[in-house]
Nanobody
Framework: QVQLVESGGGLVQPGESLRLSCAAS????????VAWYRQAPGKERELVAR???????NYADSVKGRFTISRDNAKKMVYLQMNTLKSEDTAVYYC???????????????WGQGTQVTVSS
């Protein structure tokens, strides 16, 4: 069974930083495409950042230069370092993984339960 467990959310003031973590299990992590999405109240879920092993990360224009996605394949972890946070970054942040649970198996998309990030003074 695949599990993605996020942590690190919270309440911060504008300009401050947070680091989100996602622990993955049950998936062949090294070959998985992993990403962070977010969903603000009343809005659709949107891609924040995505990274594949050995590849360059992709970012939403709204977070370029402020957020950094990284992964540790040995630990099966994905991170999102968020700097210079703004009120518009307030959302539930979800970890996402697209990968296989066994070699040559079908690729399937999985979601974590989400972690709340609130940026407010």
């Amino acid at each position: 069974q695949v599990q993605l467990v996020e942590s690190g959310g919270g309440l911060v003031q504008p300009g401050e930083s947070l680091r989100l973590s996602c622990a993955a299990s049950g998936i062949i992590f090294s070959s998985a495409i992993v990403a962070w999405y977010r969903q603000a109240p009343g809005k659709e879920r949107e891609l924040v950042a995505r990274i594949i092993s050995g590849g360059n990360p992709n970012y939403a224009d709204s977070v370029k230069g402020r957020f950094t996605i990284s992964r540790d394949n040995a630990k099966k972890m994905v991170y999102l370092q968020m700097n210079t946070l703004k009120s518009e970054d307030t959302a539930v942040y979800y970890c996402n993984a697209d990968g296989r649970t066994y070699p040559l198996g079908p690729r399937t998309n999985y979601w974590g339960q989400g972690t709340q990030v609130t940026v407010s003074s």
